[in-house]
């Protein structure tokens, strides 16, 4: 099935660290979206981005969307406990219009 | 508040039988998608629909059944043949238009065969 590369696949890091993590894709998309899940919880959106360079900030989270609308990051600046969780990255555009998710990446933060 | 809604959170099954799982949203959304996700795994698409009426396979749809008759409502069936139906399903909606949209969740339902 399609789905966008998420790097990297996990990270485990001290409380403070900055953390960054990125998709790609073959396939220009019109919308990107950064979700975190936390276990056994639906995901929940973070940022969206619906400009090729747009660059939001959400607190301590900054996404941007890439210029060639197929790439995109997600930076957490200071990370504290409560970020651990799974985040993913969305895309949505193509023929279909339909939504396609990355792999997710898995955050572990020691205090 | 507007929002999109699953149930239950968690269900059991028999095996053989087949066992419907409720999604609805009151954000007028035109889109509405249901994933599958296994433990330690990413978001796998089985069905979506962009409008009342009409939905399309994704990626894993074989064993399970959708239909759209209202658009606040996108039930999923998972039938007997379906092999390995445990898992944690997730409903989605978009407004579905191409540019400035956004996609929200459920809560998720928590599907177990015994």
């Known amino acids: 099935g399609q789905q966008l590369n998420q790097s990297p696949q996990s990270m485990f890091i001290q409380e403070g660290e900055d953390v960054s993590m990125n998709c790609t894709s073959s396939s220009i998309f019109n919308t990107w979206l950064w979700y975190k899940q936390d276990p056994g919880e639906g995901p929940v959106l973070l940022i969206a981005?619906?400009?090729?360079?747009e660059l939001t900030s959400n607190g301590r989270l900054t996404a941007q969307f890439g210029i060639t609308r197929k790439d995109s990051f997600l930076n957490i600046s200071a990370s504290i406990p409560s970020d651990v969780g799974i985040y993913f990255c969305?895309?949505?555009?193509?023929?279909?219009?339909?939504?396609?998710f990355g792999t997710g990446t898995l955050l572990a933060v020691q205090p | 508040d507007g929002g999109i809604t699953q149930s239950p959170k968690y269900l059991f099954r028999k095996e053989g039988q087949n066992v419907t799982l409720s999604c609805e949203q009151n954000?007028?959304?035109?889109?509405m998608y249901w994933y599958r996700q296994d433990p330690g795994q990413g978001l796998r698409l089985i069905y979506y629909?962009?409008?009342?009426?009409?939905?399309q396979k994704g990626d894993i749809a074989e064993g399970y059944s959708v239909s759209r008759e209202k658009k606040e409502s996108f039930p999923l069936t998972v039938t007997s043949a379906q092999k390995n139906p445990t898992a944690f399903y997730l409903c989605?909606?978009?407004?579905?238009?191409?540019?400035?949209?956004?996609?929200?969740f459920g809560q998720g339902t928590r599907l177990t065969v015994v």
């Open positions: 629909s962009q409008i009342v009426n009409d939905f």
């Open positions: 954000l007028n959304h035109d889109a």
């Open positions: 981005l619906y400009k090729a360079g």
């Open positions: 989605a909606s978009t407004i579905g238009r191409v540019y400035g949209t956004e996609a929200f």
């Open positions: 969305a895309g949505i555009g193509g023929a279909t219009n339909k939504l396609i």
